[in-house]
């Protein structure tokens, strides 16, 4: 029977998989960049017809609003072009098509093997950001905690790799007289 | 009332474009994209349990795997600019040898 | 309520709150080149109209007229949508933002607000985190080293600027404990020894309210760190390739946001359409929403007077100053308040 909660879940959900297939069809990054972009979008969709959110929110701002533009960024930075066809890229369409359909189907059917009994109601679970700030500051605390430490560790990493490499440094001993008063 | 079981279905669809994306595609950023694409495939099953056993610690852990991703996510981009400074490529495929 | 008056009563709502916007967009536009102008011993716009007042009339027109060019070697998609995606976030932000109190019409109470979620103040970020793409992609597909490097300074300046505005916005939900834009307004009704109102800049958020103003006008980038857009650098940074009503929506798009911070900036620090209340109850009615209005002027003035008196920041003090200085206060503001909230 059609609700209005199966007719969202179906639009939201079609929007994931055109997103989906879209990322796999396209050669030019951004284009992959922007499908995946459309695909978080449905996903915080889907989120809040399952009642969460702040989860839903916090999938637009960090996901699609932070993560998302990095990937901008650096497709834009590195003016990343069109992917060429090469013999590899040509042996991974041909397994890749039946590989897609074969691999949707099979997780399609086993997870719809038990449908019918359980069913999930919209706006089932309780997703306001208290309930959810109770839970991340009292039982979940340390993850919490090593999180923030991974974070850390990450941004830290991130600009070592990306700075650019310092320039040769040679010793003081074998500097030159004519070194040695240049520098 | 929308069956579990349909979730599910929609998010194993989803990991499974990701697996297909990160085994064919040449290009190292769009191996990047598949692999968040899988994370979100995921995210959307926890979330889906978490509403059908009325367990929170399904939402939570989405935070986290939001956070793992998005560390992820600033590294590997990191490290893409580096290989590529050296490299002069995108593509996978030409970057296979040890010594330049 | 029915469920049909609902949507009617909505998008009559809908249709209201987007009239008044674009025409206080284009009245903006106004007031910054009479403000501008006379801060610098000039005139500003008065041939069209009574004081330059039919201005926007003719820069309208002129804007439609205008000859649509597209550049050969653009990326097609990309350069139509990016206008349009910012276009559109800026002006989605204004359905969260409620005006005044409910007005009862027939026996019915509809709130001054198009919709009320429970999450408000998330969602408007989020609006602006997804307006960052407007600015990204129109710098690159213009196929324009100056566009790209723009854009580029452009993204990066926004999503720096986005944690100190995040954080900024912290320690006023502390204190009014939810996310809703109505319940932090109502928070801060009342009086303090009568006469001075209970308003959040006053019961110890200013420095949040500072670093929520920094934070803002980096957002939008706008005049003292609007480096993205200047002309004497970058050409015209990210929209140098666009002409006409491309260019008209990137314009309407930055002074949207500028109205949806001076509308934030009011109902989270400044206590929203609190004000003094006499008169009539019809009079009663409209006031709150007279107040907010002027708040509103209030901050668009500033917004202007800012942009007429300081020099821009060069992009390295710019960026050092949003991760040097601003994040660490908008952390200890968050910290001071968490602390003296617990007490």
């Not at chain 1, 990450?154 to 520098?183: C, D």
């Not at chain 2, 986290?64 to 590997?76: C, K, L, R, S």
């Amino acid at each position: 029977m059609l609700s209005v909660h199966l007719i969202l879940f179906l639009a939201f959900g079609a929007v994931a998989v055109a997103g989906a297939i879209n990322l796999l069809a396209q050669t030019h990054p951004i284009n992959s960049a922007l499908s995946l972009i459309a695909v978080m979008a449905a996903l915080a969709g889907e989120y809040l017809l399952l009642g969460a959110e702040f989860l839903a929110a916090v999938q637009v701002i960090v996901y699609a609003g932070a993560i998302m533009v990095l990937f901008v960024f650096t497709i834009m930075l590195l003016n990343a072009g069109v992917e060429e066809r090469t013999k590899g890229s040509r042996v991974a369409i041909i397994f890749g098509i039946p590989g897609v359909l074969i691999g949707s189907v099979l997780l399609g059917w086993v997870m719809l093997r038990h449908s019918g009994t359980e069913a999930v109601a919209a706006g089932a679970l309780p997703g306001a950001p208290g309930v959810i700030g109770q839970l991340l500051f009292h039982e979940f605390l340390l993850p919490f905690e090593i999180t923030s430490i991974l974070i850390l560790i990450a941004i830290m990493g991130a600009v070592v790799l990306a700075s650019k490499p310092p320039t040769t440094s040679v010793g003081p001993a074998t500097l030159t007289a004519e070194q040695k008063v240049n520098t | 009332m929308v069956p579990l079981s349909y979730y599910l279905a929609l998010s194993g669809i989803l990991f499974a474009c990701g697996v297909v994306g990160f085994l064919i595609k040449r290009n190292i950023i769009t191996i990047f994209m598949s692999i968040e694409l899988m994370l979100n495939g995921v995210n959307l099953s926890f979330v889906a349990f978490a509403a059908h056993w009325h367990a929170l610690a399904g939402q939570v852990f989405v935070f986290f795997v939001m956070v793992v991703a998005a560390a992820e996510a600033a590294v590997g981009l990191a490290i893409i600019i580096a290989v590529y400074r050296t490299r002069e490529t995108l593509n996978v495929d030409q970057v296979n040898l040890l010594k330049l | 309520m029915p469920i049909w008056l609902y949507i009617l009563a909505s998008v009559i709502k809908s249709a209201i709150v987007l009239v008044v916007l674009l025409t206080a967009v284009a009245y903006t536009v106004w007031l910054e080149r009479k403000v501008v102008g006379h801060m610098q011993n000039r005139w500003g716009p008065t041939r069209v109209g009574p004081f330059g007042l039919l201005q926007p009339l003719a820069d309208g027109a002129k804007f439609l007229f205008k000859e649509d060019l597209t550049p050969p070697h653009v990326y097609k998609p990309l350069y139509i949508a990016a206008p349009l995606i910012a276009v559109i976030f800026a002006l989605t932000s204004i359905s969260m933002i409620p005006f005044g109190n409910s007005v009862t019409i027939a026996g019915y109470s509809i709130p001054l607000q198009i919709t009320d979620v429970n999450t408000g103040l998330l969602v408007i970020l989020g609006m602006t985190s997804i307006g960052v793409y407007g600015v990204a992609l129109a710098g690159w597909s213009s196929n324009n080293k100056y566009s790209l490097l723009g854009g580029l300074r452009a993204s990066a300046q926004m999503v720096s600027y986005e944690i100190s505005l995040g954080l900024s916005l912290v320690g006023v939900l502390i204190m009014a404990g939810s996310f809703s834009l109505r319940d932090i307004v109502n928070s801060q009704g009342g009086h303090f020894w009568g006469f001075i109102p209970r308003w959040n800049i006053f019961t110890g958020q200013f420095i949040g309210f500072f670093c929520y103003l920094m934070a803002a006008y980096a957002e939008t980038n706008r005049i003292p760190f609007d480096l993205p857009e200047a002309e004497t650098e970058l050409v015209a940074g990210y929209h140098t390739e666009y002409s006409a009503m491309k260019f008209a929506m990137f314009f309407m798009a930055e002074y949207a946001n500028m109205i949806t911070v001076a509308c934030l900036a009011t109902l989270l620090f400044f206590g929203g359409w609190n004000g003094p209340l006499f008169g009539p109850a019809i009079l009663q009615a409209i006031l709150p929403v007279f107040w907010f209005g002027a708040k509103i002027f209030a901050f668009l003035f500033l917004y202007i007077w800012v942009r007429g008196t300081l020099p821009r920041f060069r992009y390295d003090q710019l960026m050092a100053f949003g991760w040097k200085f601003l994040l660490p206060l908008s952390l200890v503001n968050v910290i001071a308040t968490a602390i003296a909230v617990a007490w």
